[in-house]
């Protein structure tokens, strides 16, 4: 099965950097792609941004877009999430998520989640 793991969260000042990474275990479907999403308190579940896995096209929610960067080592099997500038208001848990459709449409397109790890920007 697959196994998805989170590390890299953390406090940092708004208008600071944090990188995110998620390591994958147990892949078998070469089709899915990696992707991250963030809750914040009291709030669903969001996309934040996704990657192929299989090339270098990256897709951003629009209040991220600019400011985060998702990259990835296919020899370590590891999604990064690379935050730059970061808000008060990207406080969350952000989840790594292995994809059942690319692009994703909708939560449900996720097939696996990581158990998430927080974020938190605040001076």
């Known amino acids: 099965q697959v196994q998805l793991v989170e590390s890299g969260g953390g406090l940092v000042q708004p208008g600071g950097s944090l990188r995110l990474s998620c390591a994958a275990s147990?892949?078998?479907?070469?089709?899915?792609?990696m992707g991250w999403y963030r809750q914040a308190p009291g709030k669903e579940r969001e996309f934040v941004g996704v990657?192929?896995?299989?090339?270098?096209?990256?897709y951003y929610a629009d209040s991220v877009k600019g400011r985060f960067t998702i990259s990835r080592d296919n020899a370590k099997n590891t999604i990064y999430l690379q935050m730059n500038s970061l808000k008060p208001e990207d406080t969350a848990v952000y989840y790594c998520?292995?994809?059942?459709?690319?692009?994703?449409?909708?939560?449900?397109?996720?097939?696996?989640w990581g158990q998430g790890t927080q974020v938190t920007a605040s001076s």
């Open positions: 998520a292995a994809l059942r459709i690319y692009p994703p449409t909708s939560i449900l397109d996720v097939a696996h």
């Open positions: 147990g892949r078998t479907d070469s089709r899915n792609a």
């Open positions: 990657d192929s896995w299989n090339d270098n096209n990256a």
